[in-house]
């Protein structure tokens, strides 16, 4: 009897009918793949991220990256991560390559995250009507071409990360790092963009790691909520975050390291200025990742979920014609040119814009790690609150990663609690956006909104 039981067992073996019972019990492992293409402007163009720049870039510190992380569960469900060493996820840029992600690989929007270091020594990324205003013709045409490359490299990188995918093991750790400093210092003519060292700070390096199936180290992604401000030169380079994903990359061969920015919009690095400050920086951060690699990695199980939706932000009561009148008589250009917009839009539109469809973004990995991508120039009050919100215990502690500046960055988005203490990243710095045109401030409601999406999209 046994014997006849081990023919049959083999006969069905051999039809494909069974499988083996150690196939069973063990599921097949993540499947990763990692990419990254070169996206450093092949031809002398203007930089993005300061004003007052007067004159293109003069020479390039080191490469800037599009790198993609591909991950797939084995349900096949598959989530795509593109970190980028640039200012700026516009949104035509997002749906673009939202768009070609459905088309040749059938994921929705909600499998696609796309975030950006803001290094302010980047290249000038315009896609709208209102960021072509006023360039002229050869500066608009390179700008234009830069980012039809741009698009054409990201999506290189998606591809290619697809193409490599391989069974991996994935696991989450963490550590703390501790150059950024909250930047809004209160004085009694409002609030100053200098170190404040008693202003709410997130300190978290979250850090995703990525080994294939013989252990070694093939993709490292990590988080921390910070601008990468340490630089204001003429020079293309990843300021901080940069010279941080090189360090990992020259210290563990092989891997790819890719960096996500946090909710760093009121957090600056210090002290800054110099080129070796900036390098210090990326080394401590590297180090901090090297640190959270020594750590007991909490393992991720083999299951994925993500969904994305928007949240209409409002804005405050729009100024009067009137008001933008008086604005574009303004001695400061930027008022002025912001105010004569403004009235454009108010001419060609019959109203100013009154809300905003922002991007929110939750990606479950497993049961130990959430993480939550946010619109804009995200303030740190997000992270803090997210995290206060969703970890209930002790042994959840590290379970939340809150990322900003992901699939639209549009204006800076500040809680209620910067929005009432006023100044430039309430409300002040909208006359600097160009991609979208808005009159600012957000309404007092912006914090809510946003973080009503967040737990709608958890299923809270």
Known sequence: MPLILALLTVLLLINGTITSVNAAEEPLPWRAG???VVITPQETMWMAGYAARNKPAEGVVHDLYAKALVLKDSNSTTFILVTLDLISVPHPIRNHIEA???????????????????THCGPEIRTTRWSFDGLPSER?????????????????AIDNAMSSLQPSNVSYCRARCGFAMNRRTPSPTGYRNSPYPNGPVDHD???????????????????????NTTLSFYQFCGDYAGFAQQYLEEDFDGAIAM???GCGADQ???????????????RTLATAVKSALGTTSIPISDQLKHAYSKATLAYSTPPTKEELVSRSNSSNKYIATHGKRLLQQLETDGMLRTTYDAPVQVVQLGKNLTLIALPGETCVDYA???????????AQQGSVWVAGYSNDVFAYVPSRRVLLEGGYEAGGAMKYFTTVLQHGPFAPDV?????????????N
């Not at 390096?205 to 601008?227: N, R, S, W």
């Not at 600056?268 to 990326?282: E, I, S, V």
């Open 34 to 36: 990692l990419a990254k």
């Open 100 to 118: 070609h992600v459905n088309e040749k690989y059938n994921l929705p929007a909600s499998a696609l995250m796309i975030n950006c270091s803001h």
């Open 140 to 156: 608009l045409s390179i700008a234009k071409k830069y980012v039809e490359d741009l698009q054409s490299n990201i999506l290189k």
């Open 205 to 227: 390096v979250p850090v995703l790691k990525i080994q294939d199936m013989e252990g070694d180290l093939t993709g490292i992604v990590f988080g921390y909520a910070c601008h």
């Open 259 to 261: 960096f996500v920015l």
């Open 268 to 282: 600056n690095p210090y002290p800054r200025g110099t080129l070796d400050l900036a390098k210090t920086h990326g």
């Open 384 to 394: 803090l609150r997210l995290k206060a919100e969703l970890i209930k215990t002790p």
């Open 447 to 459: 914090e809510e909104r946003l973080i009503k999406k967040v737990h709608d999209l958890l299923g």
